[in-house]
């Protein structure tokens, strides 16, 4: 597999990959609960509830908010075209788009957590956020070689680190970074 970004800090070289295997963050202890139904892929969180019970949405919606006690509940759509993402917000496109269901967190576990009230909302969008980055395989794992020229004048790569699972490869790089500064520090001291 091919490094999608590399960057060299001195006698060190960073490669970015792409994470093959990364854990599904609805594996977390996520504050949230997703309630999804799409006939090709299985989304969201393990639940009880029968899409065909419910003729809409909202009747889907109120009988969650009643039988769960919720604090906050929002929509969840995917984009479907070459990929997938979700969001809280619909797409613009009506034939590769709509609802897949919803995330929302109860009042008794907003209070377990003690979690400030004015962000509930910030948190759960969040989570969704978290987890679009995971279906778009938005998710990456780091290499980092100290790199050596032998006397035939040839660069050796030897791996120092690496590390994986990743939100964001602008994320992975920074964490990388600091990885190489560790190293370089390490080598000041000898």
């Known amino acids: 597999m091919e490094p999608v970004n590399t960057e060299r800090v001195g006698k060190y070289l960073i490669e970015i990959y792409p994470d093959s295997s990364p854990d599904s963050p609805r594996e977390w202890d996520n504050l949230g609960t997703m309630v999804c139904f799409h006939k090709?892929?299985?989304l969201g969180d393990k639940h009880d509830y029968c899409s065909s019970n419910y003729d809409s949405w909202e009747e889907m919606k109120e009988d969650i908010i009643k039988t769960e006690n919720v604090y906050t509940i929002l929509p969840l759509y995917l984009y479907d075209h070459s990929g997938i993402t979700m969001s809280t917000s619909?797409?613009?496109?009506?034939?590769?788009?709509?609802?897949v269901g919803f995330i929302f967190v109860s009042k008794d576990k907003v209070k377990k957590e003690g979690i400030d009230e004015t962000k509930v909302e910030q948190y759960l969008k969040g989570e969704v956020e978290t987890y679009d980055q995971y279906i778009m395989g938005?998710?990456?794992?780091?290499?980092?070689?100290?790199?050596?020229?032998?006397?035939?004048?040839?660069?050796?790569?030897?791996?120092?680190?690496?590390?994986w699972g990743f939100y964001g490869d602008y994320e992975c790089m920074n964490e990388a970074k600091s990885i190489v500064e560790y190293y370089m520090k390490e080598k000041e001291k000898v």
């Open 40 to 42: 090709r892929y299985d």
């Open 90 to 99: 619909p797409f613009h496109c009506p034939w590769d788009s709509g609802q």
């Open 138 to 163: 938005d998710v990456y794992g780091y290499k980092v070689f100290e790199v050596s020229t032998c006397d035939h004048g040839h660069e050796h790569k030897e791996e120092l680190d690496s590390c």
